[in-house]
C-alpha cells in the first residue's frame, strides 16, 4: 500500500517551455500533497504544499507564479513549470499524505528529471 | 524553527560491517515525528520509519535498527551486517504539527563487497 505515482519519470525540453509533471496517490486518498526539488548531491527542498480544492501555500523564495500547482482531487496534484529555463533543472519528487491512518507519514513519488536545454 | 544535522556526509564500509548513521534534531514543539528515508541511485525516496515524540522505545527490523534518546536531541540509525544493496544516501527528517519535512542533509552509504 501507500503508492504514489509520478509522470513523466524524465523530460527534456527547449528553455521558455512549461512543463506539467503530475503526482497521483494510487491506493489512498490524500489530504496534503508536497513538492520537493533536490539539486545533485544535495538534500531535499520543500516547494509548496497543495491540499485538494485549495490554494498551494508556497516555501519563502519559491515563485507561485513560475511553478504551478493544482490539487483538483483527492489523489491527483500537478506541477508545472512555468516558462522554464536551465536553472530549472533539478529532480522533482512529489509526496502524498495519507488522510486516515499514518497521516504523519509522507510516502514519496519517484521523482521527475527535468533538464532544461 | 526546525533543524535536522546529519554531521556524516559519506561512509564507506566493507560488506558485513555495521554502520551507524547519526542524526540530531531541535524544534521547539512538544509533538513532532521523526523519520528516516532511504534514497537509492534510482532516486525514489523509501520510507524506513516513523517515530512520534512520546515513543522513545527502540526498533528493530530486521538489520536496522534506530535509538530514539530525547535527551539528546538524537535519532541515530543502525544497519548491522552490511550489504552491497544498502548502498544509498539516507536521509533523517522531522516533522510537526503542519506535517512538513525537514531534511538533513543526508549521509551517503558506500558498502563494498
Known amino acids: 500500500g501507500a503508492v504514489v505515482s509520478q509522470h513523466p519519470s524524465r523530460v527534456i525540453c527547449k528553455s521558455g517551455t512549461s512543463v506539467k509533471i503530475e503526482c497521483r496517490s494510487l491506493d489512498f486518498q490524500a489530504t496534503t500533497m508536497f513538492w520537493y526539488r533536490q539539486f545533485p548531491k544535495q538534500s531535499l527542498m520543500l516547494m509548496a504544499t497543495s491540499n485538494e480544492g485549495s490554494k498551494a501555500t508556497y516555501e519563502q523564495g519559491v515563485e507561485k507564479d513560475k511553478f504551478l500547482i493544482n490539487h483538483a482531487s483527492l489523489t491527483l496534484s500537478t506541477l508545472t513549470v512555468t516558462s522554464a529555463h536551465p536553472e530549472d533543472s533539478s529532480f522533482y519528487i512529489c509526496s502524498a499524505r495519507p488522510g486516515t491512518g499514518l497521516r504523519e507519514t509522507q510516502y514519496f513519488g519517484p521523482g521527475t528529471r527535468l533538464l532544461v536545454l | 524553527a526546525q533543524k535536522v544535522t546529519q554531521a556524516q556526509t559519506e561512509i564507506s564500509v566493507v560488506e558485513k560491517e555495521d554502520v551507524t548513521l547519526d542524526c540530531v534534531y531541535e524544534?521547539?514543539?512538544?509533538?513532532?515525528?521523526l523519520f528516516w528515508y532511504k534514497q537509492p541511485p534510482s532516486g525514489e525516496l523509501v520510507f524506513l520509519i516513523r517515530r512520534n515524540s512520546f515513543d522513545e522505545q527502540n526498533e528493530i527490523s530486521g538489520r536496522y535498527s534506530w535509538n530514539f534518546q530525547k535527551s539528546t536531541s538524537s535519532f541515530n540509525f543502525t544497519i548491522t551486517a552490511s550489504q552491497v544493496v544498502d548502498s544509498a544516501v539516507y536521509f533523517c527528517a522531522l516533522s510537526s504539527n503542519d506535517y512538513k519535512l525537514s531534511f538533513g542533509a543526508g549521509t551517503t552509504v558506500t558498502v563494498r563487497a
Open positions: 524544534t521547539r514543539d512538544t509533538t513532532y515525528y
